[in-house]
């Protein structure tokens, strides 16, 4: 079975949340399990790889586009959209010329799909929305898969744009890729594709309804039949304290977790005493910053440390380094994207915290428990099939939940967390339990190998 994955970002070459990592390590997942794949992205700036063909698209006017290739990656090398700073946008916002960026990719990729020989194509969220439309008309025997990774980013773009996609207006009404009036490529994904997956079951049932169906409620619930939700992985050759090259100190137990601590704690200028509360994250009201910010003086009474990594909105950014700034030598805010630290934080801190107001699967709680670092987490999508309340009698359970959305549901958790952290000999039990879960990709690819079967043409 040969698959081409469609995205707009894949580890190593460009990340800036959980879909790179899914994209980046799936297809080495099936394709040891003999599936070919070849995964098509954009070329952003830095992206290492040797020429191949060129293509020309239509989109209002002929455009050069050349393809590059590397590994299994073909990258859609168009410098005009594509090298700049951001993948998506800059810390003001999202690039104004997005559906520009992303419909020129779609067109691109169709193109290369048509050209090779693929039983599926697999999209993956709105920048490659169009792609199963593009497919369909183009009458190709491919399947296509596209997998929701977050409701919440649509590619939405005012009804003028439309022109751009290159196709009959009879594709703009509200059963096709019409939104209040906008053009909408997630829709167009959801509408088109022969099958649609969501990343993990719950979320899978939540986006069905109102309360987090972000207006797409309605047609998901039309397509039920064709949605499915299959947990994210995570990749152990990269997540894994034992052979972690970004970390302090390697570590398999307890003990030589507590020496990551004390390093992050020193370059970080916080004590090591107290607990450590570690985020990484993308800095989003998505992510919860808002509980947050109500709740952090209670956290800080309780008497934790917090050693917050991220980047993304300015209005978070701002009161984030306020706060670093009142509870200097507690609070460590970094607003960066840094991989490095990103694997010291998951070592050294004792617990990680996600309040998400919502959350498709979460691949932080997934890293941190093979780290032995417990997550501290709103009872939502995939952190809540993932995340099980910690019953100090039994000690069984990997973290801390909580479930309303308000600052005072996340203080109650911290307590508890507190509370575990003073008993020493139960937190290292729990601790070291975190770190057996296995949530590896090699069941969940198996599930994808399974649903393509289900829809491969003969
Ligand atoms: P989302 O995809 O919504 O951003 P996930 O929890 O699914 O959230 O995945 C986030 C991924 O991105 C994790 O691998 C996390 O470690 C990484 N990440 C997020 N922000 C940063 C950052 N500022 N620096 C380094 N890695 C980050």
């Keep these: 079975m040969r698959v081409a994955f469609v995205a707009s970002e894949a580890v190593p070459h460009a990340k800036s949340g959980g879909l790179a990592d899914v994209v980046g390590t799936l297809p080495q997942y099936l394709t040891d399990m003999a599936v070919k794949t070849v995964i098509i992205m954009p070329r952003y700036k830095g992206i290492k790889s040797t020429p191949g063909k060129r293509i020309r698209v239509e989109m209002q006017g002929l455009h050069q586009v050349n393809v590059f290739k590397r590994d299994n990656f073909l990258?859609?090398?168009?410098?005009?959209?594509?090298?700049?700073?951001?993948?998506?946008?800059n810390t003001k916002g999202d690039y104004e010329d997005n559906c520009e960026r992303f419909t020129l990719f779609c067109k691109v990729a169709t193109k290369l799909l048509l050209e090779g020989h693929y039983d599926i194509v697999h999209c993956h969220d709105w920048q490659s929305g169009l792609v199963p439309l593009y497919m369909k008309l183009a009458s190709h025997r491919a399947k296509s898969v596209f997998t929701i990774h977050n409701l919440g980013y649509q590619g939405k773009f005012p009804r003028d744009k439309f022109k751009l996609l290159g196709i009959s207006e009879k594709y703009f009404t509200a059963e096709g890729?019409?939104?209040?009036?906008?053009?909408?490529?997630?829709k167009a994904g959801i509408v088109y594709s022969d099958m649609i997956t969501t990343v993990s079951e719950n979320y899978a049932q939540?986006?069905?309804?109102?309360?987090?169906?972000?207006?797409?409620d309605g047609i998901l619930r039309t397509?039920?039949?064709?949605?499915?939700g299959i947990i994210n992985g995570i990749d152990y050759n990269q997540w894994n304290p034992e052979i972690d090259e970004f970390i302090y100190v390697k570590y398999a137990d307890f003990d030589g977790k507590q020496k990551n601590k004390v390093l992050l704690c020193r370059d970080h200028c916080l004590d090591t005493q107290r607990p450590l509360i570690g985020m990484v994250t993308r800095i989003a009201g998505q992510k919860g910053f808002d509980i947050l910010v109500c709740a952090i003086?209670?956290?800080?009474?309780?008497g934790f440390n917090m050693l917050i990594l991220g980047l993304g909105e300015e209005a978070f950014h701002e009161k984030l380094r306020k706060l670093e700034n009142i509870y200097h030598g507690r609070l460590s805010v970094n607003i960066k994207f840094d991989n490095k630290l990103?694997?010291?934080?998951?070592?050294?801190?004792?617990?990680?915290?996600?309040?998400?107001?919502?959350?498709p699967c979460g691949l932080g709680q997934l890293i941190s428990l093979r780290y032995g670092t417990v997550p501290i987490v709103r009872k939502t999508g995939g952190l809540a099939d993932t995340v099980i309340e910690f019953a100090p009698g039994s000690l069984t359970g990997n973290g801390f939940l909580f479930s309303e959305y308000t600052g005072k549901a996340l203080t109650a958790a911290t307590e508890r967390a507190y509370e575990t952290f003073g008993k020493a000999e139960v937190f290292r039990r729990l601790s070291e339990n975190c770190m057996r879960y296995n949530y590896s990709w090699t069941e969940s690819a198996k599930k994808y190998q399974q649903l393509y079967n289900s829809i491969v043409s003969p």
Excluded at 223 to 228: E, W
């Design 177 to 186: 890729l019409e939104f209040h009036g906008d053009v909408n490529f997630l």
């Design 75 to 89: 990258f859609v090398d168009y410098p005009d959209f594509f090298v700049r700073d951001g993948l998506y946008g």
């Design 206 to 216: 939540e986006i069905q309804s109102p309360e987090l169906g972000f207006g797409l």
């Design 297 to 302: 003086d209670e956290i800080m009474k309780t």
């Design 342 to 359: 990103a694997h010291r934080i998951y070592a050294g801190a004792d617990f990680f915290l996600m309040p998400s107001l919502y959350e």
């Design 223 to 228: 397509r039920a039949d064709r949605l499915r």
